[in-house]
């Protein structure tokens, strides 16, 4: 009834997948760390370590992909929340740096860890801001609603929907949210 051969290779191929997921979520927890520590460094304005832990998260990302390939890679959440992150974190980098947010050239990214990444910016951007608030650095916090407001603009295109929809939420929470802060200081002056 049952065909033991081809039971057998379907083992052979599940515990095959189960070893490849188990590198995969060990390396992408490491790039989601480096990822996070990238964006730490960068709000307390250590460009230099922040370049070396992106380097770092890259070479990661790139040894993946060319182990497992990009669409291996894209089955599991671990590597997916890894990715974003370091979407995050390369956007945000790019922005302390006076770049542009664009195109990530060297490692292939999915659409939704590009449109995720851009979406959570945002919110980095709108920590920034209530920092340089603080500290009573108030050209800062207009270049970043002004960098937060055509980020937006650009999302609003998008008919983003499922776990995405809830990024671009946030996303727009944080507009409204620099929008407070500009409006305080505008008050205050």
Known sequence: MINKKFIQNLKKEY?????????IISSSNIILHDSK??????????IKRASELLDSAESALSGLEKKFGHCRLSEEGAYKAAAEEYVEAKMFYRVMTGK?????????????SLLGGICDLTGELA?????????GNFDEVEKIKKAIN?????????DITGYLR??????????RKIEQI????????
Do not use: C, P, W
């Open 166 to 175: 809830t990024k671009f939420d946030q996303a727009k929470t944080n507009l």
């Open 100 to 112: 542009k947010v664009d195109k990530i050239s060297k490692i292939e990214m999915s659409t939704d």
């Open 150 to 158: 055509e980020i937006m603009a650009e999302l609003v295109e998008f």
């Open 127 to 135: 920590r920034r801001a209530v920092n340089q608030a603080s500290a």
């Open 37 to 46: 520590r990238v964006i730490f460094s960068l709000h307390r304005m250590d």
């Open 15 to 23: 515990d095959k997948r189960t070893g490849e997921r188990r590198q």
């Open 182 to 189: 500009d409006y305080e200081i505008k008050l205050r002056k």
